[in-house]
C-alpha cells in the first residue's frame, strides 16, 4: 500500500469520526434544551444534570440523551434513569427559599 493510499485510509476513518462526534455533540444539544425545558434549570445546570444521571445510571452521555429524546417524543425511560433524572433536575433547580 502507497503512503497516499495509507494516508487517504486515515483521513476517511478521521472524517468518520468526526461526523459521529458532530451527530453526537447535536444529540446531547437538544437533550439539554429538554432538560432545561423540564426542570426549569439553566443550560449549565442541565449539562450537569445529564452529566449526573450518565454516572449514575452507568450510561454514555450520549446514549441517555437520546434516550432523553426518545421520551420528549412521548417514548419510554427507563425507571433507573427516569429516577435520576428527577432527583438531579431537584439536584439543580435552584430554590431561593434555601
Same mark, same amino acid.
Given at each position: 500500500? !502507497?503512503?497516499?493510499?495509507?494516508?487517504?485510509? %486515515?483521513?476517511?476513518?478521521?472524517?468518520?469520526?468526526?461526523?459521529?462526534?458532530?451527530?453526537?455533540?447535536?444529540?446531547?444539544?437538544?437533550?439539554?434544551?429538554?432538560?432545561?425545558?423540564?426542570?426549569?434549570?439553566?443550560?449549565?445546570?442541565?449539562?450537569?444534570?445529564? %452529566?449526573?444521571?450518565?454516572?449514575? !445510571?452507568?450510561?454514555?452521555?450520549?446514549?441517555?440523551?437520546?434516550?432523553?429524546?426518545?421520551?420528549?417524543?412521548?417514548?419510554?425511560?427507563?425507571?433507573?434513569?427516569? !429516577?435520576?433524572?428527577?432527583?438531579?433536575?431537584?439536584?439543580? !433547580?435552584?430554590?431561593?427559599?434555601?
Amino acid at each position: 500500500m !502507497t503512503d497516499l493510499a495509507v494516508e487517504n485510509e %486515515r483521513l476517511e476513518a478521521e472524517c468518520g469520526q468526526l461526523q459521529q462526534a458532530v451527530t453526537s455533540h447535536a444529540v446531547i444539544d437538544q437533550a439539554i434544551g429538554v432538560v432545561v425545558s423540564l426542570g426549569k434549570v439553566a443550560p449549565e445546570e442541565a449539562w450537569r444534570v445529564l %452529566r449526573d444521571v450518565s454516572q449514575r !445510571t452507568n450510561t454514555k452521555v450520549a446514549t441517555l440523551a437520546q434516550h432523553i429524546l426518545t421520551f420528549a417524543q412521548g417514548g419510554d425511560l427507563s425507571e433507573p434513569e427516569r !429516577t435520576e433524572l428527577h432527583q438531579a433536575i431537584t439536584r439543580y !433547580t435552584w430554590h431561593p427559599t434555601r
